[in-house]
């Protein structure tokens, strides 16, 4: 997790926490003298507001997070191919990196539907993920 990610996941903390307090105190400490109208617009500027920005932050520090770890098992993925060669199968990238077998299939299955490589049945059924080596992709 970034700094920033880590800021924002911390101040989402920090706000969404201050909103719930706002939110409980504004219905607890009822005045008698203002309206329920009253309750439900102060209770919505000053505890539902800051609540959902404190949630809005915690997510977007999470989903940022997610979208960095998916783009680095990307690169890893795309580093095997040039080092073990154009050919990989699941169970090679899942020994090589510390991503399970499922996860594995899965990130090769995305890279193979966003045409990153060419899905092929070996002879023995299994399915092989071709990638096309630099040399490959370079104009002759």
Do not use: Q
């Not at 920033?4 to 903390?13: D, E, P, T, Y």
């Not at 969404?16 to 439900?40: A, M």
């Not at 191919?81 to 510390?98: I, N």
């Amino acid at each position: 997790m970034s700094l920033k990610n880590i800021m924002m996941f911390a101040v989402g903390s920090v706000i969404g926490f201050f909103g719930l307090i706002l939110l409980g105190g504004s219905f607890l400490g009822r005045d008698p003298e203002v309206s329920w109208l009253g309750h439900v617009v102060l209770a919505t500027l000053l505890g539902l507001a800051p609540l959902c920005l404190g949630a809005w932050l915690i997510y977007a520090s999470l989903r940022g997070s997610a979208r960095r770890r998916r783009e680095r098992r990307e690169r890893e993925v795309l580093a095997l191919a040039e080092r073990l060669g154009p050919h990989l199968e699941p169970h090679d990238v899942a020994r090589e990196t510390d991503l399970t077998l499922r996860e594995a299939k899965r990130l090769l299955d995305d890279l193979h539907l966003e045409g990153h490589c060419r899905a092929e049945i070996g002879t023995d059924g299994t399915i092989r993920y071709a990638f096309s080596s630099a040399a490959e992709r370079s104009p002759a």
